[in-house]
Nanobody, 125 residues
Framework: QAQLVESGGGSVQAGDSLRLSCTYS????????IGWYRQVPGKEREFVAV????????YYTDSVTGRSAIWRDRAKNTVYLRMDSLKPEDTAVYYC??????????????????WGQGTQVTVSS
């Protein structure tokens, strides 16, 4: 059964760094672009970052550009998201997602995605 499992969330102080992991299983995800979204209560889920299937292309939302990095270890079937200089407004549940197609464009434009269960990140000032 194909699935995505996030880990690495927690409570940190503003200015700290955090690394989230998304471990995937199922043959379709190895050839998929995989990315991260986040959501706070009462708001829509927000795109954060994505990496294509071959790890040659990445794309970030403006609010995390310059202080985040996404990469994947295909041998471990894992995608990582590191965020530095964390701010209270980064507080959210972070979700890993995968879509059909291997490009970042496919991912962003996909109407249907597979989702993990989410991991909470809380940043205190």
């Amino acid at each position: 059964q194909a699935q995505l499992v996030e880990s690495g969330g927690g409570s940190v102080q503003a200015g700290d760094s955090l690394r989230l992991s998304c471990t995937y299983s199922g043959h379709t995800f190895s050839n998929s672009a995989i990315g991260w979204y986040r959501q706070v209560p009462g708001k829509e889920r927000e795109f954060v970052a994505v990496i294509n299937w071959s790890a040659t292309t990445t794309y970030y939302t403006d609010s995390v550009t310059g202080r985040s990095a996404i990469w994947r270890d295909r041998a471990k079937n894992t995608v990582y998201l590191r965020m530095d200089s964390l701010k209270p407004e980064d507080t959210a549940v972070y979700y890993c997602a995968a879509a059909e197609g291997g490009s970042t464009t496919d991912f962003i434009g996909a109407a249907s995605k597979s989702w993990g269960q989410g991991t909470q990140v809380t940043v205190s000032s």
